[in-house]
């Protein structure tokens, strides 16, 4: 498996929300395929943390790309990004996962009897991702690291994102197809 390098995250945040789709996410041993994510950027999109100005909770979105950047929301559940955009501040929220298959045959005849984690709290407790994970540089760390798969992204369903309250028009969540 080739490791994803630091310029994948460099991109757009809308590109890089795409391209994480079958990615392999790797995080102590436990290997999954990235099935959902959403994008967030900086001045034109009200629901992203980096929306009004650069704070202490969000400057890792304005100051690196390639790195995770975790958040608690509801004061319970921890949500994984990695940071994007060499040139604006943003991140990507990654949704759900998906059990990696034995192989493309069988996946397309079988995708209802993988495991799935769905939803980004529950992605973070299977992981057991917390704040320690935060500022960690995907490309040198020993934790959580990005692969890419044999898996070839064929159809991406595009919608709004979800349970966000202000730029709802935003059609930034990415959900793989086959």
Known sequence: MEKIKKEF????????????L????KVWNKKWIIIETEAYKQNCDEAS????KKTQRNALMYDTYGFVYV????????????????????AVLIRWI???????????NN?????????????CLFFKIDKSFNWLNLTNNDKIKLFDSWIQVKNVKITQRKWISKAKDKLWRF????
């Not at 998906?98 to 069988?106: A, G, M, R």
């Not at 995708?111 to 992605?123: E, F, Q, R």
């Not at 959900?175 to 086959?178: C, F, G, H, K």
């Open 9 to 20: 995250f460099a991109e757009d945040t809308e590109i890089v929300a795409k391209n994480l």
């Open 22 to 25: 079958w990615k392999i996410i």
């Open 49 to 52: 943390h980096a929306f009004w």
């Open 71 to 90: 958040y608690l929301i509801y004061g319970m559940y921890y949500c994984l990004n990695f940071t994007t955009d060499q040139n604006k501040a943003g």
């Open 98 to 108: 998906l059990e990696i298959p034995e192989s493309l045959k069988w996946l397309k």
């Open 111 to 123: 995708l209802s009897k993988l495991k799935k984690i769905d939803g980004c709290g529950k992605v």
């Open 175 to 178: 959900i793989r197809e086959i």
